[in-house]
């Protein structure tokens, strides 16, 4: 079944990827899964765009730490102070605690 299916595919990823399952474990509906996961990985990396989690930063930044001031700060305690005063399932106060802060008026007016 795997020289039927190699045959037809002109990608090498693809056909190297099929080739490191045993020959057992390897059924047409794994085949074109694989196949599927190369080539959106493909894609994914041929377009230079990263996920969310390819951003997050994987340790300390001691330059970025740094670069922080005070008024970074206090935004940040401002908007986590805020978050756990909301309750989710009232949008009400939501808009009440939004309406009240000065830096989230500011964010929404630019927005």
């Keep these: 079944m795997r020289t039927r299916f190699v045959c037809s595919i002109h ?5 190297k990827a099929l080739f490191k399952i045993k020959d057992d474990e390897l059924t047409f509906t794994r085949a ?4 599927a996961e190369v080539e959106e990985a493909t894609r994914t990396a041929s377009h230079g765009n990263a996920d969310a989690l390819s951003r997050l930063p994987a340790g300390a930044d001691p330059f970025f730490d740094r ?5 970074d700060s206090t935004t940040i305690c401002t908007i986590k102070m805020t978050s ?3 309750v989710p399932t ?3 106060a939501l ?3 939004t309406s009240k802060d000065k830096t989230l008026t500011g964010v929404i007016q630019c927005l």
């Design 67 to 71: 670069e922080e001031t005070g008024a």
């Design 32 to 35: 074109i899964e694989i196949a």
């Design 11 to 15: 990608n090498e990823a693809i056909i």
């Design 95 to 97: 808009e009440s605690a």
């Design 84 to 86: 756990n005063q909301i």
């Design 90 to 92: 009232n949008p009400k």
